[in-house]
């Protein structure tokens, strides 16, 4: 029996939310823009672009999208964030600017802008064995790293020196880098693999 076809929110409030829409579009997603509670809660999955993660915060909480997309994270929806995605769904933030709040979600703590000046943005490949037979292209942006990762969460990727860049706890995914810039579709596609499981 076929299942349900899950719809896709990506959080469309800032950041680069146009690379998310193109690459799940490609692969035959359907896909809403979500700005506003009506349409999140239509929605079965939710990305979390890269951006700038205090921003994102503020106008979700602006826009009242805060509250529901915690209920429906603590409810066992799948998300999936890159980057400042991945700052939302830390549930503990090491550094962020004073009153910044995340969603919550990855029982890890997140350290943002973790490379430094002189080094803020690379591309490298990344093995990411779970997810992948090949390595993934990576492009990190002024990019976070994952310092502390409690029980229960998955580390799917690290960088040569060991540093974490990539989780997983159930349907909740969190990567530092953009694999959407790079063309590299691996890791949504093992996301949207997990979602359709989920709205079966
Ligand atoms: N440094 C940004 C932040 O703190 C994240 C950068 C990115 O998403 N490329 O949110």
């Known amino acids: 029996m076929a299942g349900k076809t899950p719809v896709i929110g990506v959080l469309a409030l800032q ?14 997603e359907h896909v809403v823009e ?9 929605v079965d999955a939710l990305v979390i672009p890269g951006g700038e993660s205090s921003v994102i915060d503020k106008l979700t ?5 805060r509250e529901p997309i915690r209920a429906r994270l603590a409810a066992g929806m799948p998300a999936f964030g890159t980057c400042a995605g991945l ?7 090491a550094d962020g600017i004073e009153g910044q709040q995340t969603f919550g ?5 997140v350290q943002r802008n973790a490379f430094g000046a002189q080094v803020d943005s690379f ?14 292209r990576a492009a990190f942006i002024r990019a976070p790293i994952v310092t502390e990762v409690g ?9 040569d020196d060991g540093r974490i860049v990539a989780v997983q706890s159930g349907n909740v995914i969190g990567i530092s880098f953009h694999p959407e810039v790079e063309g590299e579709t691996a ?9 359709h499981a989920h709205v079966h």
């Open 15 to 28: 950041g680069d939310v146009r690379e998310h829409v193109a690459l799940l579009t490609e692969l035959g």
């Open 34 to 42: 979500v700005r506003t509670p009506e349409q999140f809660a239509g």
């Open 61 to 65: 909480r602006l826009f009242d999208l």
């Open 87 to 93: 700052i939302m769904l830390a549930d503990r933030l």
């Open 105 to 109: 979600g990855l029982d890890v703590t």
């Open 123 to 136: 591309e490298t490949e990344l093995a990411m064995p779970a997810v992948c037979d090949r390595p993934v």
């Open 151 to 159: 029980d229960g969460v998955d580390v799917l990727g690290q960088l």
């Open 187 to 195: 890791i949504h596609e093992y996301f949207l693999t997990r979602v």
